[in-house]
């Protein structure tokens, strides 16, 4: 079965500038969750949204926001894009059973100017 | 803040050579999970362990959790080149949420 996808898988944008990043689950995985990867703190987790309702939220500023659609395809918003803001966004999906185990889509990586 | 401590966080050695890379928390987790990251690609999970003691192995890498459910370790046995890439631990805590680990950064050469 095809695995988590994500679009795009590269972009490069300015300071002050928003950019919208979009995750397709596994078939069949209601659950959606969103990290950011950088180098020098890993990765940190963003949101998670379970049949169109946020979950859980991380330490994160309001500029970042999530929704996730009725075919449990997500997207994630980053507002007033900072320089800090470069980094992998990765989102992840997880089947029902409860075992927290996640398949991660390959990123994109954002690059802020 | 519940916390997951990785060491080391870089690891350079030579094909054919053992390595060990560990997992530690103050904290108890439900379960522990490895995941390994390639460059360009998400993680990918390579086993999760759930029982206090228990060892699993994967080919030439055998994970542990410890007795406590506060650590895990993952031993490599004659490392090779395509085992290159970034290991990261991420443990289930009491509230269901996820902690991931700031990863081991491996580099295996030929």
């Known amino acids: 079965k095809a695995g988590v996808t994500q679009t795009p898988r590269y972009l490069i944008k300015t300071r002050g500038q928003q950019v919208t990043l979009s995750c397709s689950p596994i078939s069949g995985h209601r659950s959606v969750s969103w990290y950011q990867q950088t180098p020098g703190q890993g990765l940190q987790f963003l949101f998670e949204?379970?049949?169109?309702?946020?979950?859980n939220k991380g330490n994160f500023p309001g500029r970042f926001s999530g929704r996730q659609f009725s075919n449990s395809r997500s997207e994630m918003n980053v507002s007033t894009l900072e320089l800090g803001d470069s980094a992998l966004y990765l989102c992840?999906?997880?089947?029902?059973?409860?075992?927290?185990?996640?398949?991660f889509g390959a990123g994109s990586r954002l690059t802020v100017l | 803040t519940q916390l997951l401590e990785q060491s080391p966080q870089f690891l350079s050695i030579q094909e054919g050579e053992n390595l060990t890379v560990y997992c530690n928390s103050s904290s108890v987790f439900s379960s522990l999970q490895w995941y390994r990251q390639e460059p360009g690609e998400g993680p990918v999970l390579l086993v999760t362990?759930?029982?206090?003691?228990e060892v699993k192995k994967l080919k030439r890498l055998t994970f542990q959790f410890g007795d406590a459910r506060k650590d895990s370790s993952l031993h490599i046995t004659a490392a090779q080149p395509g085992d290159t890439g970034l290991y990261l631990c991420?443990?289930?805590?009491?509230?269901?949420?996820?902690?991931f680990g700031q990863g081991t950064e491996l580099s295996v050469k030929p």
């Open positions: 991420a443990g289930n805590n009491q509230g269901g949420k996820l902690i």
């Open positions: 992840a999906s997880s089947s029902p059973s409860g075992a927290n185990v996640l398949t």
């Open positions: 362990v759930v029982t206090g003691g």
């Open positions: 949204y379970f049949s169109e309702t946020q979950r």
